[in-house]
Nanobody, 118 residues
């Protein structure tokens, strides 16, 4: 069982930055791929970014490439999403995800709201 707790959401102006954090419980953090997804108002949840178990593999949605950076800190059991050059269309609830490649287990955080508006 993995529990995920996100933080760092809030209100930002267009062009601004925010950093999301997701702390994972349990002793098997290093065995999970970690990702961020988001759900804009009235839309379905969508993939944002992924970081592999070692931290070297990363993938991004085209809409955030060059603006967002995902990273993980194994010592702190934390995954981060640095969001720069924010746009109004980045407004969404952001969810942290842990995915185990072998067991196919998926865990989700409760979500954190990000609003980009002037």
């Amino acid at each position: 069982q993995v529990e995920l707790v996100e933080s760092g959401g809030g209100l930002a102006q267009p062009g601004g930055s925010l950093r999301l954090s997701c702390v994972a419980s349990g002793r098997t953090f290093s065995t999970y791929h970690m990702g961020w997804f988001r759900q804009p108002p009235g839309k379905e949840r969508e993939f944002v970014a992924l970081v592999g178990t070692s931290g070297t593999l990363t993938e991004y949605a085209d809409s955030v490439k060059g603006r967002f950076t995902i990273s993980r800190d194994h010592a702190k059991h934390t995954v981060y999403l640095q969001m720069n050059s924010l746009k109004p269309e980045d407004t969404a609830v952001y969810y942290c995800n842990a995915h185990h490649l072998v067991t196919r287990s998926d865990y989700w955080g409760q979500g954190t709201q990000v609003t980009v508006s002037s």
